[in-house]
DNA sequence: CGAAGCTTTGACAACTCTCAAGACTTGTGG
DNA sequence: CCACAAGTCTTGAGAGTTGTCAAAGCTTCG
């Protein structure tokens, strides 16, 4: 992962576009592009790691990240699956807390860094900002909440039928926002089952699915697989 | 449910009690109590459900409560177990936003009720409560991620060890938080097979049960189990 | 071209869910 | 005070699903 040169005024643009600093005046974000840097990153390449304290507030720009979290019997499950843009971990670096879990690049990506200190000084001065971070925390949460509920699903099927569902667009098209085995293990199953589950789904007539593209083809029909 | 006629003065003390309200000087506190109120209830009243926006903030002064989200099959399943004191769903009724679960009383209950609108009004002019606040919810987040986590285990009986080995004191004992029914609800399977856990981790020699007071007796080897 | 990783399919064992029934507790009404 | 109902907890047995192990096709990258 290596730092990409970029101009004042191009820092400037790039922090106006994360989503809970857009209401700050200039002055302010002249303030924090003087803190701030972006870095590129590979498929593989970690972030931050579980455990470690985050010292820059994290907007991925472009690409995707999985974060993971190791389980009691060592292995890996992955918790939540990004796609840019996004704010990964606020609360977290804001708070000086630890991680609650490690960020891998999924792909090649875009990271836009901005010091912690200089959110803080923000955050304290302009207490919308707060509100509005604790408002992009509420979504993982409702998302996290979600995700937990879906876990209780009795049947493999059900779940990935699920899931699909709350990830089409109007036109019934989705693509997985990363490889089938990271959205196995984020669906709280092994690959083998998840690419099973799908030929079930294909096989009759519900889906198609070619690599990560997936098209719907009988919504209420998979709907009905929920159940 | 039922409300529970309070003096000021009383109120004004509970308030003070709620974790991230306890800074606020008394001026302020006075005010909050003018909106506030105490309620009580049984095992099985329902508090809020999912999707209702909530008007107060929740204080759960004495007793349990038990957080359920309905899945897409049509069951519940449990998200979170309360014991107090605990400050419930403060982030969706700071922002106004739908509550993302159901909450039921597993027990007797005391609920301290404290006005939206005095909240929102404390926070912005007390930036630190704000941060108070983002802090009580990334508790709830981690807590979430490690339960999610904790899904991916293979086996039930490794959940179940890892469930109480979080939960015990220095003296290795733990009560749980509600009935097993729901705790095993909590821990994503049924009701018979998380008996049926605690019943081979028990003739193994590594806890005690009664009721809902268990006694690690051999910490390693639960340790173990969890692989 | 070879190595490494992802995906798919097959077969089997292991586990959990489901259904059923009985022991036990608690609260209600006769 | 007892009987009954309702709910929780436990135990048993069978069916179904998923995890595991194995192998092969496929893509990507050096």
């Known amino acids: 992962m290596h730092t990409v040169q970029t101009p004042r005024e191009t820092l400037v643009d790039r922090i106006r576009q994360v989503e809970f600093l857009s209401l700050l005046p200039s002055e302010h974000l002249e303030l924090l592009?003087?803190?701030?840097?972006?870095?590129?990153?590979?498929k593989g390449e970690v972030l931050f790691r579980q455990g470690q304290v985050g010292a820059q507030f994290l907007w991925l720009m472009e690409g995707g990240l999985r974060l993971t979290r190791t389980q009691p019997d060592g292995r890996e499950k992955v918790i939540h699956l990004f796609s840019s843009p996004a704010l990964v971990a606020e609360a977290a670096i804001l708070l000086?807390?630890?991680?609650?879990?490690?960020?891998?690049?999924?792909?090649?990506?875009?990271i836009l860094h901005i010091d912690r200190g200089a959110v803080r000084e923000a955050v304290q001065t302009h207490p919308d900002l707060a509100l509005n971070l604790l408002g992009s925390v509420m979504l993982r949460l409702r998302e996290l909440t979600r995700s937990l509920a879906n876990h209780g699903q009795s049947s493999g099927?059900?779940?990935v039928a699920a899931y699909l569902l709350g990830r089409v667009d109007e036109s019934g098209a989705l693509v997985l926002p990363a490889s089938k085995k990271d959205v196995a293990?984020?669906?709280?199953?092994?690959?083998?089952?998840?690419?099973?589950?799908?030929?079930?789904?294909?096989?009759?007539?519900?889906?198609e699915v070619r690599d990560q593209q997936i098209q719907v083809c009988d919504l209420a029909a998979l709907s009905a697989v929920m159940r």
Chains 1, 2 share one sequence.
């Open 185 to 207: 293990s984020y669906l709280g199953m092994q690959p083998e089952s998840f690419s099973r589950a799908l030929a079930a789904l294909k096989q009759q007539g519900l889906i």
């Open 96 to 110: 000086g807390q630890p991680l609650p879990a490690t960020a891998t690049l999924t792909g090649p990506s875009r």
């Open 157 to 159: 099927v059900a779940r």
């Open 33 to 42: 592009a003087r803190s701030s840097m972006i870095r590129e990153g590979d």
